[in-house]
T-cell receptor, first 112, second 113 residues
């Protein structure tokens, strides 16, 4: 069975600074990997996904993520955060049986 | 194009009461899902429907039942609510299986007293 670990529960970053959110997964085969964002009181929105091919994936809102098979990681990055990036971020791993497994989430606070 | 809609948005139940959460999607998706979200635990899959006419258990199915009414609608029923079912419930849909992108509804916040 697949699983996801997001080691950081909460990250605080200054506006304009860079952001990196960590994600480690466990899955026996080639994984499908996703990053979702959830603003307060809202549903989840897809930021980006990796299925195959180029290991550096570009997403919406200026986010990118890099798949590293050797480290079982799929870390999310943004070069310069905006106040509107304050939200909760979820990493997820999917498989061929229609299921997604989510990490516990990382809450990002942006200070002025 | 509303995407995934859920009703109600909020609900308070007493222990032992029953209720049905409704979900509908207008994207002609084949697969639909029900998750619960609890603090510090991310989202956990309750039930899913890979295609119209099929349903399967997810990670935490106990205390719930589902019905895939048609291709658009997927309901979640709590027959006898318990305080442990206090949570935020999300419905999602995807075009096909194999971990295609899932699109989420706005959620239902349920409190069981």
């Amino acid at each position: 069975a697949q699983s996801v670990t997001q080691p950081d529960i909460h990250i605080t970053v200054s506006e304009g600074a860079s952001l990196e959110l960590r994600c480690n997964y466990s899955y026996g085969a080639t994984p499908y990997l996703f990053w979702y964002v959830q603003s307060p009181g809202q549903g989840l929105q897809l930021l980006l996904k990796y299925f195959s091919g180029d290991t550096l994936v570009q997403g919406i809102k200026g986010f990118e993520a890099e798949f590293k098979r050797s480290q079982s990681s799929f870390n999310l990055r943004k070069p310069s955060v905006h106040w509107s990036d304050a939200a909760e971020y979820f990493c997820a791993v999917g498989s061929n049986d229609y299921k997604l497994s989510f990490g516990a989430g990382t809450t990002v606070t942006v200070r002025a | 194009n509303a995407g995934v809609t859920q009703t109600p948005k909020f609900q308070v139940l007493k222990t032992g009461q029953s209720m049905t959460l409704q979900c509908a999607q207008d994207m002609n998706h084949n697969s639909m899902y029900w998750y619960r979200q609890d603090p510090g635990m991310g989202l956990r899959l309750i039930y899913y429907s890979a295609s119209e006419g099929t349903t399967d258990k997810g990670e935490v199915p106990n205390g719930y039942n589902v019905s895939r009414l048609n291709k658009r609608e997927f309901s979640l029923r709590l027959e006898s609510a318990a305080p442990s079912q206090t949570s935020v419930y999300f419905c999602a849909s995807s075009r096909a299986g194999e971990a295609d992108t899932q699109y989420f509804g706005p959620g239902t916040r349920l409190t069981v007293l």
